[in-house]
């Protein structure tokens, strides 16, 4: 048995070496045992040059797993059905629902990942399983299924609608978070943490137990965050004793100078190409 938890960046904002491309997206590649977890796809722009670039067998992916249903964690859907037909798809029901931003100007900005790829994706329909709650993906991987909003001082980190006459907010229920127990402790995984990153870390504790967590990788979507919730974040991560936060895409410069600040040396950028492993 591989005792090793191994995690990839594949896709990200910012890329960290020659020949490695970013794009405005997430992506993981999780080997943990002999499974291989896709987790979050991308827009599909550099999916498949960073994995082979990265010497990353993506044919041999067999779970893919959607955090939530924006197109730069769900367009590279299509594209990594393509080289992985026999995956299995985990996500929330709501994920291919229509989603749509306000933008400044105050029009609708299509924001889903269904409608170009509803083909591919309903093609593979007797391979997804909803993830509305907790649930295994392989040994000691789970995702949270939908995250309970306790925290007054978060909230999904926009103006999001399921309409395009933004006239019904998304709640985005269909955002979740990866877990995966390790010696060290428990190492969480987001995609936006649009149900707020505490939330999702309180939530990832009373399902393990309260054990401790010592790894939280991934966007916080903190870009817009007010300096109150800046403030109320960074007291509640010293309240986890969270050890690493590898953290980009979504989480904001002034978020991530903040959080570098409050935890020097805890705090780095999770650029395409960066690799974490964990002992389980």
């Known amino acids: ?165 933004l006239t019904e907010p998304d709640p985005l229920v269909d955002d979740q978070a990866a877990f995966v127990e390790t010696s060290v402790g428990t190492v969480v995984i987001l995609g936006c943490a649009h149900s707020g990153v505490i939330n999702t870390l309180r939530y990832v504790q009373t399902l393990t137990n309260y054990r401790p967590i010592h790894t939280v990788i991934g966007g916080m979507h903190l870009r817009n965050a007010s300096s109150e919730r800046l403030d109320k974040t960074v007291l509640e991560l010293r309240c986890f004793d969270v050890r690493r936060l590898i953290l980009g895409h979504c989480t904001g410069p002034d978020a991530l100078e903040r959080l570098r600040s409050e935890f020097p040396g805890g705090c780095a950028n999770c650029h395409v190409g960066t690799v974490m492993e964990f002992n389980r």
Not at 79 to 105: C, G, M, Q, V, W
Request: with cysteine; charged share 20%.
């Open 1 to 165: 048995m591989n005792d090793v938890v191994r995690i990839t960046v594949l896709v990200e904002n910012t890329a960290g070496d020659r020949g490695l491309l970013g794009e405005h997206g997430l992506g993981f590649w999780v080997e943990i045992g002999s499974k291989r977890v896709l987790f979050d796809t991308g827009q599909g722009i550099s999916l498949e040059h960073n994995a082979r670039t990265l010497d990353i067998p993506l044919g041999s992916t067999d779970a893919i797993v959607l955090s939530h249903g924006h197109y730069d964690h769900a367009s590279g859907l299509a594209r990594a059905l393509t080289i992985a037909p026999h995956a299995e798809i985990f996500a929330h029901s709501a994920a291919f629902d229509n989603k749509y931003a306000r933008s400044h100007d105050g029009s609708a900005r299509y924001l889903g990942a269904l409608a170009s790829h509803e083909h591919a994706i309903w093609k593979q329909a007797e391979s997804l399983t909803p993830t509305n709650r907790t649930t295994e993906i392989c040994d000691g991987m789970f995702v949270t299924g939908e995250i309970p909003r306790i925290t007054e001082f978060e909230d999904t980190g926009g103006p999001f609608f399921l309409d395009e006459q």
